[in-house]
């Protein structure tokens, strides 16, 4: 599931906050910006759907008019009596006139219904038939005038259904319309009907068969007609109360007119045998229903207008409640969106800042922030980790601290160690010195022996005197080894100590590698937030690279303790080699010894056996050459010493550089 999002997530990770936040926002802004477009174009599209049916309606009451007229112009067209011309005359004077206002109407915000095409055929029809009027029979007079009627009533419905009247949704406003578009001009044409039919009944005196089949049908017609405007009144009323009290009186008056015409036909016109009612009365009659018709056209429509003009209110007052309102969320959406902004980037201000004092080595400071999201949570484990860091560096220092006081008391040794090794480089020198003039004595012994027994008194006393020296440089190579010894397990103590220093290192990776997985698991959650944790993750990258600094310096300070090691390692085995030289010294000494020694014993006998001068001055050259060539090599061995010492003195020193170098490391960090 989350590889869907893997695009979107690689694209906000390439960008900077204040970019990831105008880019949600303007996407926001469009999506909602559409989303308003389309409803107000809904709303825009209802308006106008209103609209065009109120400009039906202007088109419906002129054609009321032309439709009365129409009719009643029929209707004289049919009659034979001379009386009828003045007032057809009047008829087609006010025909002309509501023609001339619908084309008003057809030419100016009609233009929308395009009903010019029709309401041109109405026009040609009623311009022949006034051109041929004078010319025509009664008869076809009739059928002309008819055409021109029926096209009016055609277009009286196209009108219905180009402005939409017809698919109004409103119940109270569709009903009305229905008796005002359907009802009205299909009740007009068949009361004109039963106008001209009765008339002439009237007239003759007399009913036909087909006439009263005809006078029982339109009358059955008329009669369902009735019942349809009250069905459809009581259904608009039920719709919309408020239509009783505009409609209920007109409504009232029309079927009364109309019920009575029908009873009068029913009751004075169907009887063959008598016709009951004279045309003025039958004419009464029909005109009291024709005018009632007509009046309750008259209050249909402009109620009907009024409806429709007031959803075209309603709409458009939505239409700008609704913008207004879009506009309220939009300045309420962009505050808390800007708001979101800000807290993220103060929060994310303060840790970067934190993070940067710690990389510059104070671990003193603490993170601290007013948020209790993810971000604001990350507080407590990058404190822990500076606080775990801090103590960490705390051991390093004091580690350093001793490895500094190792190095002094070892150095110190050293120095000790050389200025007695100095010493007994002098000693073995004057001893060298002395058992050479014993050498020199013993030859001259060889060739004066007659001074034999002073000689060999002298030689008693010199020979005490080496006796002493050597024992004196017994106790002084000794003392060297002792010494040598202390040196040894000092440095033995001090590889130990870097080793322990090794140990904090491999404690310090292993607090850094924990950084890194901590950075790692925390980067993970900013993915899982989404956009509120993108921040977070650049934190975590930071913690990472600042895990990363330690590591790298924490392998800085292994590589030196590991040149500590090593350099500790060699004068461990510099400090052996110059044990073993003083071992093999000391064996020389106690060699020496001995023959002094036996020098000793020669010089007391020198004066009890002379005859034995000579040889014992020849095995006591003897002895002496062999005393000065392992003096000699004492001497030798004393040299070594002194560079192996060299050597270890500079160790000591390199030592206690990188004590320095490590102290001034972590000394950069404070804690």
């Known amino acids: 599931m989350g590889k869907i999002f893997n695009p979107v997530i690689s694209l906000l990770n390439k960008l900077a906050y204040p970019y990831k936040f105008a880019l949600i926002g303007a996407l926001s802004v469009f999506m909602t910006a559409v989303l308003m477009f389309q409803f107000i174009e809904q709303i825009n599209e209802t308006i106008d759907f209103r609209s065009e049916e109120r400009i039906g309606l202007q088109f419906e009451q002129p054609m009321r008019r032309l439709l009365e007229d129409l009719y009643e112009y029929r209707s004289l067209s049919s009659s034979s009596r001379s009386a009828t011309g003045g007032r057809l005359a009047e008829l087609s004077t006010a025909i002309q006139g509501t023609i001339r206002e619908i084309d008003t109407v057809d030419s100016g915000p009609g233009r929308v219904l395009n009903a010019s095409a029709r309401w041109n055929e109405v026009k040609e029809k009623w311009k022949a038939f006034g051109e041929k009027t004078v010319a025509l029979s009664p008869g076809d007079r009739r059928r002309m005038i008819a055409g021109v009627v029926s096209a009016a009533s055609t277009f009286y419905s196209n009108i219905g259904d180009a402005s939409n009247l017809v698919l109004d949704p409103d119940i109270d406003s569709y009903y009305t319309m229905d008796i005002a578009v359907f009802k009205f001009p299909d009740l007009l044409e ?24 005809q006078m029982i049908v339109l009358s059955g017609l ?25 409609l209920h009186d007109a409504l009232q008056k029309y079927l009364i007119s109309t019920s009575a015409l029908l009873e009068t036909v029913q009751k004075k016109m169907l009887d063959p045998k008598k016709i009951g009612i004279g045309v003025d009365g039958y004419s009464s009659a029909v005109r009291d229903s024709l005018e009632s018709t007509f009046m309750l056209y008259d209050k249909v429509v402009p109620v009907l207008d009024n409806l429709l003009g007031s959803r075209v209110q309603q709409f458009s007052n939505k239409k700008y409640t609704n913008i207004l309102v879009a506009a309220a969320m939009f300045l309420l959406l962009g505050y808390i969106f800007i708001g979101f902004y800000f807290s993220v ?16 080595g104070d671990l003193t400071r603490e993170f601290h922030s007013d948020s209790s999201d993810e971000i604001g949570s990350l507080c407590v484990p990058l404190n822990k980790m500076a606080r775990r860091l801090g103590n960490v560096i705390g051991e390093v220092s ?18 000790e160690q050389a200025a ?46 080496g006796d002493g020296a050597v024992e004196s440089v017994i106790m ?66 930071e913690i990472r690279r600042l895990a990363d600094s330690v590591m790298e310096s924490t ?36 060699q020496t010894a001995s023959l002094l020694s036996e020098i000793v014993a020669a010089a007391q006998t020198t004066t009890d056996a002379a005859r034995q001068i ?3 001055t020849q095995q006591q050259n003897t002895a002496s050459s062999q005393v000065v060539a392992a003096l000699r090599e004492i001497v030798s061995g004393s040299t070594q010493t002194t560079d192996s010492i060299g050597q270890i003195s500079a160790i000591t020193r390199k030592l206690s550089t990188l004590s320095d170098n490590l102290r001034d490391m972590v000394n950069k960090f404070k804690v």
């Open 190 to 213: 068949k009361l004109s009907d039963i106008r001209e039919l009765g008339a002439g009944i009237a007239l003759s005196g007399k009913l036909s068969a087909d006439d009263k089949t």
């Open 222 to 246: 008329i009669k369902s007609d009735i019942d349809g405007i009250q069905s459809d009144y009581d259904a608009a009323v039920r719709g919309n109360a408020g239509l009783k009290p505009l």
């Open 345 to 360: 980037r103060r929060t994310i201000s303060r840790l970067t800042e934190e993070i940067n004092y710690m990389s510059d």
């Open 398 to 415: 004091e580690a350093s601290q001793g490895i500094a006081s190792f190095s002094s008391e070892v150095s110190a040794a050293v120095a």
């Open 420 to 465: 007695i090794a100095s010493e007994q480089s002098a000693a073995v020198s004057e001893i060298v010195s002395t058992m050479e003039e014993l050498a020199a004595s013993s030859t001259q012994i060889a060739d004066h022996s007659n001074a034999v027994v002073e000689i060999a008194t002298k030689t008693w006393d010199d020979t005490k005197k």
């Open 476 to 541: 002084k190579m000794n003392d060297i080894n002792s010494d040598n010894m202390n040196s040894i397990r000092e440095i033995v103590e001090l590889g130990r100590k870097s080793k322990e220093i090794s140990k904090v290192m491999e404690i310090i990776n292993s607090i850094a590698d924990q950084t890194k997985l901590i950075a790692f698991n925390a980067a993970l959650e900013a993915s899982s937030a989404g956009e509120a944790g993108k921040r977070f993750g650049v934190v975590a990258v």
């Open 555 to 590: 392998g800085d300070i292994e590589a030196k303790v590991n040149e500590i090691q090593d350099e500790i390692n060699r004068l461990v085995i510099a400090s052996e080699k110059g044990s073993k030289g003083i071992q093999e010294g000391m064996e020389y000494s106690n």
């Open 614 to 616: 000579s040889l014992s």
